[in-house]
Every structure is written in C-alpha cells, then in structure tokens.
C-alpha cells in the first residue's frame, strides 16, 4: 500500500544533541511537508519541499534543518539550537492542489 | 503574510447539523483544506475547495467565498465519533500552507 512512513514514533533528545526524524514516502508526490504540534494547537510550519534539491523554510524553521536528496525522503533535523524541541512532529506529502496525507507522526521529549 | 482564525470549541448533540467556520487572509491563496484529528493521531483529509461554492461528501460539506476569505465545514447526522478537532488550512500557490489552531468538537448524546 502507498503512504507516507515516519519513524521512530518515539524519540528521546539529550541537551545538546541534534536529532533525525525521518519520513519517507511511496506515493510518488512531489510535494513534502514538516510540521510541529503542541497540546491544544494548531499545525505550525517548519520546512517544505516542493521538488526533489530544494526546500524552503516555513514558519517556525529556526532550530531546525532538512534534506531532499530523493523524492521519496525529507529527514528533519531537530538541532541544539531549537531549545524547546517537544513536540508532537508529522510529516505529509502531496501533488499539487490535491489535499496532504500525513504520517503518523514522531513524538519527541527532552531527557 | 497568512492568518487563520476558527473558533476554539463548539458543542452539538448527537444527530444535529453542525457548521465550523473559518475565516482566512492569505497571499497567493490556492485552496482551502478541511482535515479532522482525533487526539493523538495524525489528521485525517475531508474536504476541499478551490473555487467558490460548495463541495459535497457525503455527512460533510465545504464551502468557500474567495472574495470574502470566507469557508465553513458542514457535518450532518452527527455522530459521537465526530468528536474530534477540525483543522482548516490554506495553501497558496507557491505550495506554503497555514493551519489553523483547530475547532474542539464536542458531541453530546
């Protein structure tokens, strides 16, 4: 079946230490999407990838960094420098003016 | 710049027709979503619009004034399983989209 596949679904970050969420997708969508959630809020933007080499950063990208070498895969790197990194994250991917399916998401805490 | 706004919770009864409104100003603006999230889970796809009018899917509706930056979602027959959050979400040409903080929806018997 096609979808979207992030991983771990529980993450546990150390101070000081960068992070690597994954998401891959099989739904050969050229669109790809970062999102962070809190309890009782909305889905806030950190990057997004249009087209395989190049991304662009979303609402809240400080603290964070990606990668699009392939179409399938858009890691998102929580980094040090984010210094309130838990969160719920989702991943989603879509074609153009077609509605987003997510992943399931990662949960990430601080140790 | 892209702002959404949405109520923060509504209460229906089981059965009744209920509408959650979303109001939006966005550059470029290319679509609005409707997606439901159950808590804990990843949110789910209902509805779309991209042009003025409305949108039927069975139980839900969506409906889209582009002039008045304006859409509401429909549930009919509500169901307890429809207890849930309601994200709206515009999207703009360049492919940025902007939630909304989400609706609580909460059904009574």
């Known amino acids: 079946d096609g979808g979207i596949t992030q991983s771990p679904k529980y993450l546990f970050r150390k101070e000081g230490q960068n992070v690597t969420l994954s998401c891959e997708q099989n739904l050969n969508h050229d669109a790809m999407y970062w999102y962070r959630q809190d309890p009782g809020q909305g889905l806030r933007l950190i990057y997004y990838s249009q087209i395989v080499n190049d991304f662009q950063k979303g609402d809240i990208a400080e603290g964070y960094s990606v990668s699009r070498e392939k179409k399938e895969s858009f890691p998102l790197t929580v980094t040090s420098a984010q210094k309130n990194p838990t969160a719920f994250y989702l991943c989603a991917s879509r074609d153009l003016n077609q509605p987003q399916h997510f992943g399931d998401g990662t949960r990430l805490s601080i140790l | 710049g892209q702002n959404i706004d949405q109520p923060t919770e509504m209460t229906a009864t089981e059965g009744a027709i209920v509408q959650i409104n979303c109001t939006y100003q966005?550059?470029?603006?290319?679509?609005l979503f409707w997606y439901q999230q159950h808590a804990g889970e990843a949110p789910t796809f209902l509805s779309y619009n991209v042009l003025d009018g409305l949108e039927e899917k069975g139980r839900f509706s969506s409906f889209l004034s582009r002039s008045k930056g304006y859409s509401y979602l429909l549930l009919k027959e509500l169901q307890m399983k429809d207890s849930a959050s309601y994200l709206c979400?515009?999207?703009?040409?360049?492919?940025?989209?902007?939630f909304g903080d989400g609706t609580t929806l909460t059904v009574k018997p």
């Open positions: 966005t550059s470029g603006f290319n679509g």
């Open positions: 979400a515009a999207y703009t040409n360049a492919g940025k989209s902007t």
